[in-house]
Structures are given as structure tokens and as C-alpha cells.
DNA sequence: CCCCAGGCACCTC
DNA sequence: GAGGTGCATGGG
């Protein structure tokens, strides 16, 4: 409760590049400054739960080697979780393949880890992430809040927390796309009220990785690439690997074996290339090197 | 004006 | 199962 301080004891960590690097649309920083400027430590960035019935805030900034954090709840165990701190990242790159692409992308962001991040507010944010940037997904999500979502008060300030799946199950589909959710808006509005009827995405953890994506799917606006999402950056199903744009574009250019003409089949070429278990997390280093440092930028 | 963005549902065959 | 099409919105 209150504040506190994770003392990162030396071991690589990128607060910036964790939550900025499109894993999660879940959090937002203090200083009202879009993503991608500079982040000098002293912001905070800022995200809500609903671990006990009313929800919580928790704020945190990396300093000095350490990660401090305010909050109304236990916040220590949920940042180790969601910020993925308690994962091996030496052991996880000395399962990473040798390409320079990929040793690269490790080397620039160094010290990004993988979320693990609320399931329904995972599903619904990677479903409005359909044909859309990341700065307008982070921004839908804002709106969400802000529109549906309950207000709390945290030391002076006033927030919105992200809104249950009851909350958005009531929601109309004009609300919605008054939003400027587009097509994603009836998406959003069946698949929240399929959570609150009781059909729980985490029903999926335990089960086999391909059967765990094949049981998101039944989701309204939830195909193989979202669902692959949700399990890399909620569920931790560190081998998942979402074949967006920008990782097709990378198995045209360096990976073009990989290329097999539908989705399971690719997939799996793929997740083998990039070392099986962890392929997920050399997914995710990949994808942000190349929106942030590819030929294009 | 064009093209594109962390795709998906729905329709054919 | 594979292949094509429509879909909202805003930025370059």
C-alpha cells in the first residue's frame, strides 16, 4: 500500500520501452505528453485494477536504478507481474537466434520486457488495434475510460478506471462509434457483453498454446493474430508471436522460408526461427525496432 | 487525391 | 480451407 520501491538490483529493465513499444494501451503518463517523446524519469505512468471491488491506481517512474511507485492497493506483486520483472532476460536471449536483425533489436532496447496485462481490458484494446496506429489504440482507450469507466480519487487527482465488462457491455453501438471505434464498435460491444455473461478469457490459460488461441477466437472481433496477443501480453504464453504487418514484412525480408500461406502454418516456421519458447519476446524487441528504427524512420 | 495502420467478419467456391 | 471484399477513422 502507499509508496514503495522495487529495488531492480542491477538487472536490465526499460520502464519507457515496456510500456511504450505497443504490448499494452493500458496505461497513459502523467505529464500529458503523447508516447514516443522522451521520457526523462520523472513521470509517472499511471494504470488502474480492479483487484478488490473498488478499483485501484497504481503510479510508477524509473529512478536511480529503481522502480518507485505510489498506490491505494498492494501494488509490488501486480508491477512484478504486468511489467514481466521476474523474467530471466540473459536466459531468454541465449535462446534467440544469431541474426544481426534480431541481436539489434535486442541491443536498442535492451531491458523491455513483456506485460502480462489484464485480460478484458488485453482482449478489448487488441481488438480495437485492427487496421489502426498505436497512438489512436492508446487513445481509444483513454476515451473508454473516460466515457464508461468508474472515477476514483488518488491523492488529490481524479482518474477513471478502465471500465468492467459490464460496464461496456451496456454500452450502444453508436456510443461506440462516437468514440471513433469504426467498425471495431459492435466488436467491442459483443465481446464485452460475452465476459459479462461469464465468458472469461482466461479460461484459456493451461490449455496447449494453439488450442488456448483457437479458444480466444470465438470472441467477436478476436482472429489468430489478436488472439495471439492476448496470449503473448496477458495470459504469458511467451512463444506466441502475432503475425502483424510489421512481422510479415520481416519474415518477407529476412525470414522468407517462413512464408507457408496461412497462419497456423507460418506461425509455427516462424516461432521455430525465433527460438520456440521465448519467441514471443523476440517478436515483440523485433516489432519495435522496426516501427522505431527501421528504413522508414 | 492517394495509401496505410499491431485485422476481422462474412461471403463465395 | 483458401481466396476475395467491405469496413471507419485519421495521419502522412
Known amino acids: 500500500m502507499g509508496h514503495g520501491r522495487i529495488d531492480l ?27 514516443d517523446s522522451t521520457y526523462g524519469g520523472d513521470d509517472w505512468y499511471l494504470t488502474t485494477t480492479r483487484a478488490t471491488d473498488d478499483p485501484g491506481v497504481i503510479k510508477v517512474r524509473q529512478r536511480n536504478g529503481a522502480l518507485e511507485y505510489r498506490s491505494n492497493v498492494d501494488a509490488e506483486p501486480v508491477l512484478r507481474r504486468r511489467l514481466g520483472l521476474d523474467d530471466d532476460l540473459p536466459a531468454i536471449r541465449a535462446s534467440v537466434p544469431n541474426a544481426e536483425v534480431i541481436q539489434d533489436a535486442y541491443d536498442e532496447y535492451w531491458g523491455m ?9 488485453c482482449v478489448i484494446s487488441f481488438i480495437c488495434s485492427a ?31 478502465y471500465p468492467t465488462p459490464e460496464q461496456l457491455a451496456v454500452a450502444t453501438e453508436q456510443q461506440l462509434r462516437d468514440l471513433s471505434l469504426g467498425y471495431r464498435a459492435p466488436y467491442v460491444q459483443r465481446t464485452a457483453e460475452m465476459v459479462a455473461d461469464g465468458d472469461d478469457p482466461t479460461e484459456a490459460t493451461g490449455l496447449g498454446y494453439e488450442a488456448a488461441r483457437e479458444l480466444l477466437t470465438r470472441y467477436v472481433g478476436v482472429g489468430d493474430k489478436v488472439a495471439d496477443c492476448v496470449l503473448l501480453f496477458s495470459l ?27 497462419y497456423t502454418d507460418t506461425s509455427r516456421a516462424i516461432r521455430e526461427q525465433l527460438g520456440g519458447e521465448y519467441a514471443g519476446y523476440t517478436q515483440t524487441y523485433l516489432f519495435h525496432y522496426l516501427r522505431n528504427d527501421g528504413p522508414e524512420s
Open 9 to 35: 538490483d542491477g538487472t536490465a529493465f526499460d520502464l519507457q520501452s515496456t510500456l511504450e513499444s505497443g504490448q499494452t494501451y493500458l496505461w497513459w503518463r502523467d505529464d500529458g505528453e503523447d508516447y
Open 113 to 121: 520486457r513483456i506485460v502480462r496485462e489484464p485480460a478484458f481490458g
Open 131 to 161: 487496421q489502426m496506429r498505436v497512438s489512436r489504440i492508446h487513445g481509444m482507450q483513454q476515451s473508454l475510460r473516460e466515457a464508461f469507466g468508474t472515477a476514483i480519487e488518488f491523492e488529490g487527482d481524479s482518474y477513471h478506471a
Open 236 to 262: 504469458g504464453y511467451l512463444e506466441a508471436v502475432p503475425l502483424d504487418t510489421w512481422i510479415r514484412t520481416a519474415i518477407e525480408e529476412y525470414f522468407p522460408d517462413c512464408e507457408q500461406g496461412n
